[in-house]
């Protein structure tokens, strides 16, 4: 599973209302992170693998 960060547009491994990979909080701005089926494209260690 993999959620988008909207602002940015990267999408990172994880969850709308967890923790992504790399760590990002997406209770913080949850405006910001929608669930998607799209590639993972974060470069940061836990997302990437
Ligand atoms: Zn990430």
Do not use: L, Q
């Amino acid at each position: 599973m993999a959620v988008k960060h909207t602002p940015t547009g990267i999408v990172h491994s994880g969850v709308k209302g967890g923790r992504t990979g790399c760590g990002f909080n997406t209770n913080e701005n949850p405006t910001h992170w929608v669930d998607s089926h799209s590639t993972i494209t974060c470069d940061k260690n836990g997302c990437k693998n």
